[in-house]
């Protein structure tokens, strides 16, 4: 049972619906396989991202793109930008070398009350307002979730 609320970042969405290889959709899958989606929330620019990715890489039409995103919106909790996330973000930014984009989702997590982000393009283990991004794609990353999930 989760503990705590975990963030989803759109890799883990767009390998889950297939985009890339199967190898990383069947992690994906055993990875979102053991979440509470009770407990689980999905930044805005995240679901954004998915539509991006859906529809640019995966050649799928914006209706069935649309679809899939409403989809994975209904099941978790949707985490908004604020105008403080935004901020946060900038700092973030400049201060630890992230694109803007990903730090806009880790800010959002953060001001959420996230205790993990699960994604594979970030600094994995990295820790920022309480916020651990986690690789869960990874052996290590996979653990550290199984033990957050205890």
């Not at 959709?25 to 998915?50: N, S, T, Y």
Request: charged share 20%.
């Amino acid at each position: 049972m989760i503990k705590q609320k975990i963030a989803l970042d759109s890799n883990i969405l767009s390998y889950a619906e297939g985009i890339n290889d199967p190898d990383r959709q069947r992690l994906a899958h055993a990875c979102i396989a053991q979440l509470d989606f009770a407990k689980v929330a999905i930044p805005i620019q995240a679901l954004g991202e998915l539509y991006r990715v859906l529809v640019r890489k995966g050649g799928y039409t914006s209706s069935l793109a649309r679809e899939i995103v409403m989809q994975w919106r209904d099941l978790s909790q949707v985490l908004e930008t604020t105008e403080t996330a935004f901020q946060a973000a900038m700092n973030l930014a400049v201060e630890h070398h992230f694109q803007i984009w990903d730090a806009i989702i880790l800010a959002v997590c953060a001001e959420s009350g996230c205790t993990c982000l699960l994604s594979e393009d970030m600094q994995a283990g990295f820790v920022w307002r309480g916020v651990e991004i986690i690789n869960p794609l990874t052996a290590t990353g996979m653990e550290r979730l199984q033990a957050l999930l205890r």
